[in-house]
């Protein structure tokens, strides 16, 4: 069935460091992907998605482009900011689940000042 | 704010007992989903509902069962609780139900479970 990897965490960076938090996906033909970002103490909401192969989400500085030749998605952002320091989800739809969004195991960032 | 609501936040209980954590969806929206997120397992779907009816289900225990009265809120029951049930449970709700494969899924800030 479908299913995604992502990185373990956590990842700690400096304020205006670069992120890149990887994902790889397996998955029969070519689902949407997507990202979730939890805050301290809040619910996942979305972040990012891309519909199909080489599309690229984008949002609140971040990227991520649907990479069909090595089934990845990866997640990157070019200068963090303290307020992005949260746990962020890879997902993707899965069909064994009515094709309900599986997430990763989640990768917590934190942006140290 | 998602304008999912779930209440309690907090939910503290012992082994064998039964608790309901209550879900109010986005106004519009007609499917509520359950999510179980725990440290070892990861982000867990639970089951989902569409304007009353059961729509799909996920990894949900027969100790646990749910579902979603007239007025689109949800109720997840959990009964005979063990230790391994501490969690926190999310709900989300989308406007279609198509599970967030085509449609935004918007999660409430979820019910922290703790079994002692």
């Known amino acids: 069935g479908n299913s995604v990897t992502q990185m373990e965490g956590p990842v700690t960076l400096s304020e205006e460091a670069f992120l890149t938090i990887n994902c790889t996906y397996t998955a029969t033909g070519y689902p949407s992907l997507f990202w979730y970002v939890q805050y301290p103490g809040e619910g996942l909401q979305l972040l990012l998605k891309?519909?199909?192969?080489?599309d690229k989400g984008s949002n609140k500085g971040f990227e991520a482009t649907y990479r069909k030749e090595t089934t990845s998605f990866h997640l990157e952002k070019g200068s963090v900011q303290v307020s992005d320091s949260a746990v962020y989800f890879c997902a993707l739809p899965a069909p064994a689940a009515g094709n309900k969004l599986t997430f990763g195991g989640g990768t917590r960032v934190l942006v140290k000042p | 704010d998602s304008g999912v609501t779930q209440t309690p936040k907090h939910l503290i209980t012992a082994t064998g007992q039964r608790v309901t954590l209550r879900c109010s969806p986005r106004?519009?929206?007609?499917?509520v989903y359950w999510y179980q997120q725990s440290l070892d397992q990861g982000l867990q779907f639970l089951i989902q509902y569409y304007n009353g009816e059961e729509r799909a289900k996920g990894n949900i225990l027969e100790r646990f069962s749910a579902q979603q009265f007239p007025d689109l809120h949800s109720e997840l029951n959990l009964s005979s609780l063990e230790l391994g049930d501490s969690a926190l449970y999310f709900c989300a709700s989308s406007e279609q139900g198509s599970g967030g494969a085509n449609e935004k899924l918007f999660f409430g800030s979820g019910t922290q479970l703790s079994v002692l």
């Open positions: 106004s519009g929206d007609l499917s």
């Open positions: 891309a519909t199909k192969a080489d």
